[in-house]
């Protein structure tokens, strides 16, 4: 692919500087920004950076100034409300401009985990069954969904809000823990069927036609025995506390046959939710077998050294590769055309 004058479209406080001399860049909370900038830049294309944070006339003047050729889209979020990443993604489309990533009806149906598992289980992917609990109800929850139960945010995503008391044992604690999720994170609710088992992920790569990368595995090795083994917010961005329990991921050293199971009902997962661009898909796979989807996640974390780009890597496909094809799969994305 020839040279490419590139739109980066960041967070506002995520922008990297131009000059990182005497920073530790591993330790930025821009540091996926900066790999993503970095090696576009050292594959030759010209990149210019925007920060963004609720003015939408700051992507048009860029666009006008630049006339980019494709946007590089890292935004999680417009006005630091999650939700809205759908609609920058849908003026970029009314800007007729290509851009990076899924498109806005993927996030759309992917955000909302409720809006998603009802997909799933008509198109019969495994999923936990679940319940949403409305802003300032109370929960009612129905006898199939037994004891543990998981309460998450209905549309944060980035384990936002989730911790060991996430998982609840009884009444009490569900109640207690939804008011939590209502009042601290400012969402819906949803309770799921706790799926104990082992945590998986598939990074999927395509619009029409689909690449899985191998299956990953978070390990939890040295967790306390009462401890529930989920990727919470402490084990998503705390280093210390995953070295403190040996909480790692890699490779998962699964039967083929189990593999291609996960694979493949990764790829169904990609297509049930009209994704394009890149995902990761998020699994369990439980003792006696079954494997639950728990959730997917568009325009998954892209730092080099992280999970999509390291499953990617043992692939056989480097970091630039990687960014080199998730440019040309938004240029080749069409809006109105199936993910």
Not at 260 to 289: E, M, N, P, W
Not at 327 to 337: I, K, N, S, Y
Request: aromatic share 8%; net charge neutral; charged share 25%.
């Amino acid at each position: 692919m020839k040279a490419l004058r590139v739109l980066a479209l960041l967070h506002d406080y995520l922008v990297p500087p131009d000059d990182t001399h005497g920073v530790d860049v591993i330790q930025a909370r821009w540091k996926m920004e900066f790999d993503v900038v970095s090696h576009l830049e050292d594959m030759g294309h010209q990149v210019r950076k925007v920060g963004v944070k609720d003015d939408l006339g700051v992507i048009r003047q860029a666009i006008v100034d630049v006339a980019p050729q494709i946007i590089f889209n890292l935004m999680e979020s417009f006005a630091e409300i999650g939700v809205f990443d759908q609609h920058v993604v849908s003026y970029l489309e009314l800007m007729k401009t290509p851009y990076t990533g899924c498109n806005p009806r993927g996030l759309m149906l992917s955000r909302d985990k409720a809006l998603a598992g009802t997909l799933l289980a008509y198109h019969r992917i495994p999923a936990p069954e679940f319940a949403v609990v409305r802003m300032g109800r109370v929960p009612r929850i129905k006898k199939r969904l037994p004891f543990p139960l998981i309460v998450k945010s209905l549309t944060q995503e980035a384990s936002i809000g989730i911790s060991q008391a996430s998982i609840v044992e009884d009444e009490a604690a569900l109640r207690e823990r939804v008011t939590f999720v209502h009042q601290s994170i400012g969402t819906d609710a949803i309770v799921e069927r706790y799926i104990d088992g082992r945590e998986l992920y598939v990074g999927v790569l395509g619009n029409e036609r689909l690449r899985v990368f191998p299956v990953w595995e978070m390990n939890f090795a040295q967790m306390p025995d009462r401890a529930y083994r989920i990727a919470s917010e402490r084990v998503k961005w705390n280093e210390a506390y995953r070295e403190k329990y040996g909480i790692m991921t890699g490779p998962a050293d699964l039967p083929a046959d189990v593999t291609r199971r996960v694979q493949h009902l990764s790829k169904r997962v990609f297509r049930t939710l009209d994704l394009s661009g890149y995902a990761r898909i998020d699994l369990r796979l439980a003792a006696d077998g079954r494997v639950y989807v728990l959730e997917a996640n568009p325009n998954p974390q892209l730092a080099y050294g992280e999970d999509f780009a390291e499953a990617a890597e043992h692939a056989g496909v480097s970091y630039e590769a990687l960014l080199q094809r998730i440019l040309g799969l938004g240029l080749r994305w069409r809006p109105g055309l199936a993910g």
